[in-house]
Structure formats: structure tokens, C-alpha cells
């Protein structure tokens, strides 16, 4: 898995640089993983364990605000409502592809508003690694950072 993860760092990284146009199968990778970001936040959005981890693997690994969960650990919090999220909007995304299709990169930028584990909105950069799993696109990797504005002088 940290073989996987990090050619798809490498690999982003070189797509960021030469990007390149989807290709009809690409198109409908991403459709199908887009699908499955949408399922994956209305799970979170009623927290449904259940539903939530159908498309984010126990196995993965979550980056939430620079804090390292186990996919298992980071599923257990949604299900427990530690956190609590009121609204989730996907304000932009651009999907990478890797390794014959077999890995979709989802980078982009989301607004959040959260009620626990204390209330705050929030511009967010994410990265959402995912490939199949017993035929399943699910997710492998999350991370997610806040959108700072620079200090002014």
C-alpha cells in the first residue's frame, strides 16, 4: 500500500505538470469515482458507519488537519459522531489517472461547515486516492488541509 501511495504522489505530481485530456475510458472512471465522493459525503453527512465505510476502506490511511487516522480509526469517529458535518460542497475537482487507470487521484478545493467537534467552516484543498476493491471503487487515502489566507504585511 505505501508502494501504491507513493508512486501516485510521484506520479500526481508529473500529471500536475504535463496535463493531458481524459480519455473516453478516464471519462468514465471519474464518473464512477465521483459517484462514490457523493456517497461518501452523504454518508459523513448523516453519519452512516455503514454506508461511510462502503466507500472508504478500513485500510486506508486519512490526513485530517495534519493528524494521521487509520481508515478503521478515522470510520469509528464518523460513526460515533465525534465529528458532525452540516454541509459538504465540492467547490472543485481535477482527477488523475495511474497504472493502466487503476488508480483515480481526485485533488481539488471544498467548503465544509462543521457542528462537532466544534462548529467552524472551512475552505479545505483535498487529495482522495482511489482504486477498486472486490470491483468497488472505494477510497484508499484522504487527505485534507485548510485554505489559510497569507498574513498580510
Given amino acids: 500500500m505505501k508502494k501504491i501511495l507513493f508512486l501516485a504522489c510521484v506520479l500526481l505530481y508529473s500529471t500536475l505538470i504535463f496535463s493531458q485530456e481524459l480519455t473516453a475510458e478516464q471519462k468514465e472512471i ?3 469515482v465521483d459517484v462514490v465522493l457523493q456517497q461518501k459525503m452523504q454518508a459523513a453527512l448523516k ?5 461511510f465505510k462502503e466507500v472508504q476502506h ?6 485530517v488537519f495534519g493528524t494521521k487516522f487509520s481508515g478503521k480509526d478515522y470510520n469509528k469517529m464518523v ?5 458532525v458535518w452540516e454541509s459538504i460542497k465540492i467547490d472543485e475537482q481535477t482527477p488523475h489517472f495511474f497504472n493502466n ?9 471544498a467548503s465544509i461547515k462543521l ?3 466544534q462548529p467552524m467552516d472551512l475552505k479545505l484543498n483535498f487529495t482522495d486516492v482511489f482504486t477498486k476493491k472486490d470491483g468497488k471503487w472505494v477510497s ?3 487527505h485534507n ?4 489566507p497569507f498574513p498580510s504585511k
Wanted: hydrophobic share 35%; glycine share 6%.
Fill in 79 to 83: 460513526g460515533n459522531k465525534m465529528v
Fill in 115 to 117: 457542528s462537532k467537534p
Fill in 145 to 148: 488541509e485548510e485554505i489559510k
Fill in 30 to 32: 471519474y464518473k464512477e
Fill in 47 to 51: 453519519n452512516d458507519l455503514a454506508a
Fill in 58 to 63: 478500513d485500510e486506508s490511511v486519512v490526513f
Fill in 140 to 142: 484508499i487515502y484522504f
Fill in 101 to 109: 487507470n487503476s488508480i483515480c487521484i481526485l485533488t481539488g478545493k
